[in-house]
Every structure is written in C-alpha cells, then in structure tokens.
C-alpha cells in the first residue's frame, strides 16, 4: 500500500503529465547525443546521415585513449584505498566509541557538502605548498589524493548505513557461538556489510570518472583523465569526436548504475 | 553440588547508572530458571553478563566453580538463544546450527552430522538449505535453539526467548521448551517480562526490579508469600493496603481500622498488606461470620463486572477502591452499584509486606 | 539423550571481575575503534583539513607582483575585493541563477515525488531506478548533450521552427545555463523530497479531507509542512552545487555569463590572484557550512 492517498481526476491526469515530461527531460538529451554520435556531420547537432567514422577516431587518438587509459587507472587506485580507509572509518563510528569521534565523523561529512570548486582551490594550494614537501609532481599522485580525499567520505556513508542496519547482535551470537573477534567479522560482520562496500565502491568509483574540477586543478601537463580532457575538447572547440566519447563515458556510467542496481536487490533479498 | 551458575555480589554500572545492584545468585545444575521483572530491571543486564556479553564492574561470577568473570564469550561453556534469535540472515539452516562447532574446529562433515542431528531433533529436518529469512516465526525459534545446543552448552541462556511469537505459538513452545529442558537436563536460564511464562515454566524464579534482586523461589512461594511490595504487586493481581504494624498479631490500616494480621515486624513499622481478589468473601453489610470480624472491612460497591467464571467487584473502601473476585453461581444474591457491603477473608489469606 | 551429554571439560580460567579489569577492557574497545578510524582519521587530516586551512590562509595573504603569493603580513585586501562591482555583479548573478535553478527543480520534483509515491510499490521502483540513472550518469556528458541539443541548427532550435516560434539561439545564454542546472541536479531535489513524501502518512490526509480542507488546503496545511525536511534538504541540495557550478556555465554559459564557480577558477588558472579567489572560495564555504548547519538544526538527519 502506498502511505499517501492517490489523487483523483484532473489534478492525476496532471501529475502524471507532469512525471512523463520529468522522464522525457531526463532521457531525450541522453538519447539525441547517442543518435548525434553516428551522425555524419561536422555540425555535431545536425544529422547527416550514418556513420561510425567518429568512434573509429576515437579508437585511432592516441591522446584520448591515454586519457581513458589514465581515468581507469585513476579510479580503481582511488576506489580501492578509500573503500579500505572509509568502511574502516564506518566500522569505527558505527560499533565503538573513542576520543575524537565527533571531530573524525564532521571531517568525514565535509567532503560530501563542500562544492566542488572549492575542494579543487584547496587541493591546487596544498599541492603548491607541499608538492616539494612531498616529492610529488602533478599528475597520478596529485590527482589520486584528491580523488580519495573526497570518496572515504562518500564510502563511509553508504557503509555505515549498512552497518547500521544490520543488527550488533549478530556479531554477539557470534562470539557466542566460539568464534573470536576476527571469525565474528569475517564470516558475520563482513558478508552482511559487503553489498554496502560494493556500492560504496560504485560509487567512488562514479565519482572517480566524473570528478572534471578538482582533476582539472591538481593535473599536470600531458597527464589528465578523460573528463578534464573532453572538457578542454569542448572549449576549445566541438567535434563530432565528443560525440562519440561522451556516448563511451555514457556507456560506463549505465554499467556501473547496472551494477549498483544489481548490488542494491541483493540488498534487499538479503534482509528479507 | 557445584550451582550451574553462581553470582556473589556482581554489579553493573553504565556511567553513573547501575544497571545491575550487588546480587547474589544460585542456579542449580539442571534447573529451569526464570529472571522475571519489568523492562530495564537488569534481567538481561544479568544474562549477558553470564554469556559474557557484558564484564561485570564487580562482584564473582562462577559456571559450575569455575570463575569466568573475565572470560569473552568465546571462552565460556555457556550458548545463549538471542531475542528476535539473531540468526545469522545469509547463511543456511544448516550453517547457522553447525557454526559454533566450525569455530571450535570441528571439520566440516561432523559438523554438518551434529547439526543435522539437531536439526531432527528440533524437527526442521527437509528445511536445512533454507535462509532464516524464509521460515516462520516458530521455525527460526528452533533453529536458534539448535544452533545453541549443538555446542553442549552447560548453561543454556534464552532472551525473551518466546517474545516475537504469538500467543497460540507461544503456548505450544513454552510445553516443547520445558520437556526439551526437562530431555537434556541442561540447566536453562530465561529472561521474561511475562510473569505468566515464569510462573507456568520454571523450577524457580528470581523477581529484579532496579537493578536489585528481590526474590527468588518457586512459583508458588512468589505468589503465596511475596517479601516485598513490589514482589506481591508484580506476581499476579492484589489488593494493596497501606498499614502500620500494631504488634506481632496486628496492624492498623490507613484509617484507623485495627485487623488481625500476625506479622515479623516490629511495631511502627510501615507495611502493605497484600489480599488476592480471589481470598476476600463479599456480602451485605453485616453478614460477616463471626469468626472472621477482625479481618473484615466495611465498604460500598462501586461497580460490578460479569466475566463469564467470575464476579468482579470494585468495593470502595473509606480510601481506597479494592477488586474483589467471586465465583458467580455461589452468590446467587448478586450485589449492585451503590450497595453496603462487608468483606471479609480467612486469617491465613493476608499477607503483610514490608512497604518499600 | 545421547546427543547433549554433560562433559568434563579442562577447568577454564577466568579472573574475578574488577572495576579496574573493567576499566582496562573499555579502554581496550576505544583503543581498538580509535585505530579502525586512524587512516581515514589521518588521511582527512592531511588531504582535507589541511588543504582547507592553506584556503583561508591564503584568503588573508598578499597577491605579489609576479602573480605570487606572500603569505607574510596578512590583510583583509581580499576581502575588500568582495565589494568590487563586478564581482558584485556575479556574487548577485550566481546566487538569482542558483535561487532560480531550486525553484523550478522544486516546482517539477515536488509533483513528480508526490505523483510516486502514490504509485504500486513496483511502479514507484522503476520511477526510481528512472531517476536513479540520470543521477549516476556522468555530469559532464549530460551537460555536453544540452550543448548538442541547443546548438546553431541543433534539434531544439529545429523543433521550435517546426511549430512555428522560429530558430532560437540559446547556448551561451544564462537560460542555457539554468536549463543545464536543473537538468544536472533535478534528481537531488527529487530523491529527499519523495524520502519525505513517503513516510508521511495518507491517513493524515484523509483525515484533513474530513475536516473539510479542500484539496490546496490539505496541501498547504498538511503535506507541505509534513514534507518540509525534504524540501529544505532538496532545496539545500540543489542550491548549493549551482552556486559553484563551474562545468556548466563552462559549457553552456558564454562570456557574460561567467559566474561565481568560474570566476574563482579564473583567479587561479589565468588571472592568478591567489588570495583573492581563496576569499571567494572561503565565502562560498561559510554559505554552504550555514546552509547545512540550519538544515541540521531544524531537525534534518541526513543530507
């Protein structure tokens, strides 16, 4: 049953208007420039008829496919370390009590709020500042710490909503039952949270691939991920060659949207 | 004989409060043992500390002369039936009963042999590849009770053990529990706030109420001879008077009225005196027999209820309103609102209680 | 009973439990949380409120001639670059453009999270894996394709020749912009909105409906108040993305257009007034740490 009554008449015939043009704002774009990327016209808004010449650019530049190859690397380095150091946070926040908790769990939420233009100010003065410091030049390094500055947080929150829907007294019974401490988490605690961390690891993940600002900030020369690369494509003037990566950048988000999805039912037959 | 468990002046404090006040306690080995009191009286407080769930703050706590006070609970022969049963959601039925044995090392196939012993045993056998999350309430209690036993627990503890069933189910458990007890001769150890649980199932019963211990004895011994006020309220329904102690034999009632109620106490000392609904005699005003008249009160109903096997009476008192509770086909004159009544009740019906 | 025998095992050892043994096993439990939180602990430190403190302190720091920063002898001269007209005038501009962008976001998510949550469980599901795809999708390429889309001779342009209201120009305009906000943050301001319209429940408005409310008044008296967290949290949500916004007025926005989030890039990629854009940026921290702080005091739990 759904909580809130259904509405009768003209003002249903309305809303459900309303929600079809919400649905049909939200994919038409989408699908125009899947269509545009098949089309044989410089003009990239304009049909001329099909072709597949632009994807065939897109796997021949040598410079798109760096920055692609560079994107991957970025992004499960970046995955990787904060869903360690965020589901380690979440744990903490969620099942113990220590000095500097509430400072540690503010921390963790400011990354989430903070806009984006703002984190990649501060990521471009720290680097400026301690790039020496740290014997670090701009690119994978810089780029990855900045990635993972803001996807512990991401991760954590997604986590800690698992653990903190799943019952502590599980891990009691646990214990009860013979297992020590480490059996308690490996075998209950771990299998029960693991569709939190895969999805807090989507989501890094996402965040990774998306991230334009702050990359745009902290990368160096000749050495960028695709999305601050196609943004510096599209203002330096579009090709038809955008077309078709923006399709392939599409294309990995719906798989990843697919995944989290599937990592979600699982969610939901588990707690069945 | 070693007890099962023994408790000497174990306390539990949480920051400033104690969740548990200085008890002492014996369980016997084999015994069906309730711990019966209100919602945060330190009923489980107690029980997780016997699983080790909880260290104690203070005091020895023994299982079978053994101190274990210190010991996590992976170290202790003790197996506990959780509330809501806190199986584990993605494992099997045969995976949650054979878990205790793989984490003391038993290899897989024997554990999977003991379990599914068990699993006859609380007859779920054909239902061992299922998640807890596809059987019903009274299937996943047994499945808890399996995992529990398969590990030859010495103690086995349950949490409000029949508390999410409902109340057909909860009837047709609470008989399996105890011949299952009964079976193992294990001693069982229950937490309930259901004082008719308590009373219809265990040996002996030990009654908390804040933190404090306040009884402990048979069903029986609880009901008939309470220690305490809140013991006599708290087992089944009663009649509290507030009084005064006169001397050994008698007590002085809030307004005056002197009643025949022979009493430890010394003289001065406030008390309650407790009547059952079930022992006062009702009649009309001045039918009382002779040999009751110094356990008699004057009053006035104020209301009757007809409840099928009894008449209840509310009888107004001068100060206080009591029930009184009588057996309809034996007062064919049945008494109204508003009517002048006398009760009256057998010496040995009374039962003074310290107040507080 | 063969299967439950009472064994004899070897004595187990335990120790009398003390205040102190309590005590030392707290501590034990804090020690062993501490230490879970320790590298994210650190690593945030170090990446994140570290790089934050470097900010305000360049915004108090002196721009030398070389487009260098001195960060000896601090002022406020940055600060006082906040009342310069045009960075007023795109002070003003970001926050109408990000004002405008949360109110229609609001006015199309509000029916749309109250029509789903009126739907069969099914139904609302698929509405909401619909909304969910947009909001994974990256947010580049869902700007890219409204450049695509409003181009010279791009389909929309097409379709409003085709019915009749002629070729429009609208890339590099601040409806470009706007248009390009919403379509990117629609789904913020949808999700909390439908969390909140969800719990509420319908026997509520029924119940205004017997006590004689009309339609808009069960509305304004009951629901809208009902589901004022979601609105506040989407709201929040929206706004606070769209005054940085940077990637959207890049692309869709054109030379007078610029606003608050490219105007802070612009110090530090080619005007190279360091303090001056750590000022920007700064403010823009204190309106978005504001704007949650209320969120949460007004009772909000999650963002």
């Known amino acids: 049953m759904s909580g809130v009554i259904t509405p009768r008449g003209a003002s249903r015939t309305l809303l459900s208007i309303n929600s079809l043009l919400v649905f049909l704002f939200f994919y038409a774009p989408i699908i125009l420039l899947i269509i545009f990327s098949f089309s044989d016209n410089r003009n990239v808004g304009v049909w001329g008829g099909f072709t597949l010449d632009w994807y065939g650019e897109f796997a021949d530049s040598q410079p798109t496919r760096k920055a692609l190859w560079n994107s991957i690397q970025i992004a499960v380095a970046s995955t990787i370390v904060s869903v360690v150091l965020g589901t380690l946070g979440a744990l903490a926040l969620e099942r113990f009590t220590f000095r500097g908790k509430q400072v540690f769990d503010a921390l963790l939420y400011l990354p989430i709020i903070i806009p984006d233009v703002t984190m990649a100010v501060m990521m471009l003065l720290f680097f400026a500042e301690l790039a020496g410091v740290l014997g670090l030049s701009k690119g994978f390094a810089t780029i990855t710490l900045s990635h993972i500055a803001f996807s512990i947080s991401f991760v954590s929150v997604v986590v800690r909503a698992r653990i903190a829907g799943m019952d502590e007294r599980l891990e009691e019974a646990a214990m009860d039952l013979y297992a020590s401490r480490w059996q308690a988490f490996r075998y209950v605690t771990l299998p029960l949270i693991m569709p939190g961390i895969l999805g807090g690891g989507l989501l890094a993940l996402t965040l990774s691939l998306d991230d334009v600002v702050i990359t745009q900030f902290v990368a160096g020369p000749g050495w960028t991920t695709l999305p601050v690369f196609v943004f510096g494509l599209i203002r330096k003037g579009v090709t038809p060659l955008i077309n078709a990566v923006s399709v392939v950048m599409l294309l990995a988000s719906m798989a990843l949207v697919a995944l989290s999805l599937f990592v979600q039912r699982v969610r939901t037959t588990d707690s069945a | ?356 | 009973m063969s299967i439950i025998e009472q064994t004899v095992d070897e004595p187990i050892d335990g120790l009398v439990a003390t205040p102190e043994f309590e005590a030392a096993n707290e501590a034990q439990q804090r020690r062993r949380g501490f230490l879970m939180a320790l590298p994210a602990f650190a690593y945030l430190i170090l990446f994140f409120a570290v790089p934050l403190v470097i900010v305000i302190v360049y915004s108090f720091a002196t721009r030398n001639r070389f487009g260098g920063t001195d960060l000896n002898g601090w002022n406020l001269e940055s600060y006082r670059g906040l009342g310069d007209d045009l960075v007023r005038q795109i002070l003003v501009r970001s926050v109408v453009l990000a004002a405008i962008t949360t109110v229609i976001c609001l006015l199309i998510a509000y029916p749309f999270a109250y029509y789903m949550s009126t739907r069969r469980p099914a139904v609302r599901n698929l509405m909401l894996v619909g909304v969910m795809i947009p909001f994974w999708t990256n947010f580049l390429v869902r700007n890219y394709a409204w450049y695509v889309i409003l181009g010279t001779d791009g389909p929309f342009s097409q379709v409003t020749e085709f019915v009749g209201i002629g070729e429009t120009r609208l890339l590099f305009t601040q409806t470009a912009v706007v248009m390009g906000l919403v379509y990117g943050f629609l789904p913020f301001m949808i999700l909390p909105l439908y969390a909140a319209i969800e719990r509420i429940d319908g026997r509520l408005l029924e119940a205004s409906r017997d006590l004689y409310a009309n339609g808009f008044q069960s509305f304004r008296h009951v629901l809208l108040p009902l589901s004022m967290p979601g609105v506040i949290a989407g709201s929040i949500l929206v706004f606070i993305p769209s005054l940085g916004a940077y990637v959207t007025p890049e692309i869709l926005g054109g030379a007078k257009t610029t606003l608050l989030g490219s105007y802070i890039v612009t110090q530090f990629l080619s005007a190279r007034n360091m303090p001056f854009g750590a000022s920007l940026s700064t403010v823009l921290m204190i309106v978005m740490l504001t704007a949650t702080l209320v969120y949460f005091r007004k009772g909000g739990r999650t963002l």
């Not at chain 2, 809140?230 to 007590?251: E, K, Y």
């Open chain 2, 1 to 356: 004989m070693t007890a099962a468990v023994e408790i000497a002046g174990i306390t539990k404090r949480f920051g400033e409060v104690v969740a548990v006040d200085n008890i002492d306690l014996q369980i016997d080995d084999g015994e069906f043992f309730a711990m019966l009191g209100p919602s945060g009286c330190g009923k489980t407080t107690t029980l997780r500390m016997i699983a080790g769930l909880e260290f104690p703050t203070e005091g020895s706590l023994k299982i079978f002369g053994n101190e274990v006070g210190t010991l996590p609970p992976n170290k202790r022969p003790v197996n506990t039936v959780f509330q809501n049963y806190a199986l584990f959601p993605h494992m099997s039925v045969r995976d949650n009963v054979s878990f205790g044995l793989r984490m003391q090392g038993t290899t897989k196939s024997e554990a999977n042999r003991r379990a599914g012993e068990l699993i006859e045993l609380v007859q779920l056998t054909g239902l061992e590849s299922r998640k807890p999350g596809q059987l019903s309430g009274g299937q996943q209690q047994r499945v808890a009770l399996a995992r529990a036993l398969v590990n030859k627990p010495k103690v086995l503890l349950l949490d409000e053990p029949l508390g999410a069933l409902d109340l057909k189910l909860r009837q047709e458990m609470q008989n399996e529990l105890k011949s299952l007890q009964r079976e193992l001769g294990v001693s069982f150890v229950f937490v309930t706030h259901d004082q008719e649980e308590a009373l219809t199932m265990s040996d002996r019963i030990a009654v908390m109420d804040k933190g404090k211990l306040l009884q402990v004895g048979t069903a029986e011994e609880l009901y008939e001879r309470p220690l305490n006020r809140f013991v006599a309220d708290f087992i089944g329904q009663t009649n509290l008077l507030d009084a005064t102690v006169a001397d050994d034999d008698m007590i002085v009632l809030g307004n005056g009225t002197k009643i025949k109620a022979p009493n430890p106490h010394s003289p001065g000392t406030k008390v309650a005196m407790s009547l059952r609904p079930e022992a006062i005699e009702i009649g009309r005003r001045g039918d009382v027999p002779a040999d009751h008249v110094a356990t008699s009160l004057n009053g006035v109903v104020s209301a009757m209820n007809y409840l099928g096997h009894s008449l209840v009476y509310q009888v107004k008192i001068d100060w206080i309103d009591l029930e009184v509770r009588t057996d309809p086909v034996a007062s064919e004159d049945r008494l109204g609102p508003g009517d002048d009544v006398s009760i009256w009740w057998d010496r040995t019906a009374d039962w003074v209680v310290p107040d507080e």
